[in-house]
C-alpha cells in the first residue's frame, strides 16, 4: 500500500481512490478482483493498515464503495443488496471500522441500491450509520455520476443525494450544470445554506489536515518521487504479494 502510495504521488496526485473494501460474495460479479476476499474479518484486516500506510505516505486515502458493493442480488453489478442494517454491517461494514479508525479522510459511496433505493440517496446510511453510528468525519465523495442513478434525478441535478450526506459531487462533464442547478435550489431553500456549509468546511479540514494548503504544485511534489514509479524493490515487492 504503501508503495501504491508512492507511485502515485509520483504521477502528481493528493488522494488516492483506495482501499476498496467490498466483501465480494458471488463469483458472477465483475469486479471481485477488487476485494480482498469473501471474508469481512479479512477485509476489516486488511482496510486499516492500507489507509495507515496510504495516508503515511502523504496521500488522502478513500474508503470505497459504501457500502454492499460486493452483496449485491445475484452479482449484478451496480444491483441491489438485499439485508436488513444489521446484516448490512456485519458483512459489508466491517472494512468501515478499521479505515475509520486508522484515520481514513474520504469515502465514496457506492453505485449499488439497499433494499431497492440507491446508496447515493439515502441519508439513513450516509448520515446515519456512516456518520452517526461509525464516528466517520471526513469528506464524503459521490461515485462517477453516482448521484444520477438516484430515481428522479440527473447527474447534474439531484436535492435528495446532498441532503443525504453526499459533499463532494463526482460529475465529470455536467459540473457547470450541477453548480448553476445547486445554487438555484439554495435559493429556494430545496438545500440549505447549513448543508452547503457543512461539506465545504469538511472538504476544506481534509485539504488543511492533509497538507494541500501550504504543500506547493503537485508537479514539484512528484518530482521528487519520481524514482518511485516502477522502482525494482517495489516489483520485487509486487512479485511477492503475487
Not at 504521488?9 to 481512490?17: E, P, Q, S, V
Not at 479508525?101 to 453505485?111: D, H, N
Not at 447527474?155 to 457547470?176: F, H, S, Y
Not at 435550489?185 to 492533509?210: F, W
Request: aromatic share 6%.
Amino acid at each position: 500500500a504503501a508503495a501504491t502510495a508512492r507511485e502515485g504521488i509520483a504521477t502528481g496526485i493528493d488522494w488516492i481512490f483506495a482501499p476498496t473494501l467490498a466483501v465480494a460474495l458471488d463469483p458472477r460479479w465483475g469486479r471481485t478482483y477488487e476485494s480482498y476476499g469473501s471474508n469481512p474479518a479479512l477485509v476489516k484486516k486488511f482496510a486499516g493498515v492500507v489507509v495507515e500506510a496510504m495516508q503515511g505516505e502523504g496521500i488522502v486515502a478513500t474508503a470505497k464503495h459504501f457500502i454492499g458493493d460486493g452483496g449485491t442480488h445475484r452479482g449484478i453489478d451496480q444491483g441491489d443488496t438485499r439485508l436488513n442494517k444489521d446484516d448490512l454491517m456485519s458483512i459489508h461494514g466491517q472494512g468501515y471500522l478499521s479505515a475509520i479508525e486508522a484515520g481514513v479522510m474520504t469515502v465514496m459511496a457506492s453505485f449499488n441500491s439497499w433494499n431497492g433505493g440507491k446508496i447515493h440517496g439515502n441519508s439513513e446510511l450516509l448520515t446515519g450509520l456512516l456518520r452517526e453510528e461509525l464516528g466517520f468525519d471526513g469528506f464524503v465523495v459521490s461515485d462517477w455520476n453516482g448521484i444520477g442513478q438516484v430515481a428522479g434525478c440527473e447527474p447534474d441535478n439531484c436535492v435528495q443525494a446532498i441532503n443525504a450526506g453526499i459533499d463532494m459531487v463526482m460529475v465529470p462533464k455536467d459540473w457547470r450544470a450541477l453548480l448553476d442547478n445547486m445554487t438555484q435550489q439554495v435559493r429556494a431553500g430545496e438545500i440549505t445554506e447549513a448543508r452547503i456549509d457543512e461539506a465545504v468546511s469538511r472538504i476544506l479540514r481534509i485539504k488543511i489536515q492533509a497538507g494541500l494548503m501550504e504543500r506547493g504544485l503537485p508537479s514539484k511534489r512528484a518530482t521528487a518521487y519520481a524514482d518511485a514509479i516502477g522502482a525494482e524493490q517495489h516489483r520485487e515487492l509486487a512479485r511477492e504479494a503475487v
